[in-house]
């Protein structure tokens, strides 16, 4: 450029330009810049940006980014996305199992307990009966005889006595009658002959002298007179033979004594008639033959 009545041109400092004949250099505006000795001023590339009467153009920090050539502003990138290098035009999303805040560098992984989607912000709480590891995309739904609370991760395994099913955020008693061991998705029925009472982890024997008819059951029933059960874990009583004779919860039954008897299931033995006689353990009387006598109960 030169004024008036000049005896040379100069040349344009950097940040300025002048076509032809111009008297005096402009300013390059925003967004652009210019060298020394320049007849026009470029833009910046997309990632870079300046200001007014600019030489150089200045790369966008990581954290921001400029998507278009001739930017005066860096853009921050928004919660989601991340950029990690210097002057660059766009920002990156977060992948599944991380997220980020305003301006963010990088993204960070989601807590164990927690997940997230592509392009997140904030991580989301495993729900009840699922659970995560540390950069999870999703929560995992705890198998069956495993429970889990919210935000958990790991499930835990149910105790014996108590069951889940699958997604369970906690274990359920087994009622009586039914048991269940460790890590058990179901409670089993005891067995005829066993019992269990509430949140059982093993049935238990019914003792000699009871018994439990039917599965499930949550007591032992006395055997009745007349019969008897001398084993444990039984299903039923076994009637007393003839001869013999019990009370309740008999193990065993008892011989008749002489010149008594009895019938099948007896609960008494009865006395032997005048004329009759018995021994021990009989199941009828026999009569005196002729020229015998006896009086009741007589052996």
Known sequence: YAGSGSSSCLTCDGGRYSNASFS?????????????GSGSCSSCSAGFISWDQASTCIACSAGTHAPTASSSNCTTC??????GSTGQPNCVNCEAGKYSGDAATSCLSCDSGRYSNR??????VCSNGTF????AD???TCEAGKYAGSGSSSCLTCDGGRYSNASFSECIACERGKFSSSGSGSCSSCSAGFISWDQASTCIACSAGTHAPTASSSNCTTCLAGKFQGSTGQPNCVNCEAGKYSGDAATSCLS?????????SSTVCSVCSNGTFSFSGAD????????????????
Do not use: P, W
Request: charged share 20%; hydrophobic share 20%.
């Open 256 to 264: 008749c004594d002489s010149g008594r008897y009895s019938n099948r």
């Open 284 to 299: 009828s009387c026999t009569t005196c033959e002729a020229g015998k006598y006896a009086g009741s109960g007589s052996s």
């Open 132 to 135: 995560s590891f540390s950069g």
């Open 119 to 124: 392009s997140s912000t904030v991580c989301s």
């Open 24 to 36: 005096e250099c402009i300013a390059c505006e925003r967004g652009k810049f210019s060298s020394s």
């Open 138 to 140: 999703s929560c995992t």
């Open 78 to 83: 928004l919660a989601g996305k991340f950029q």
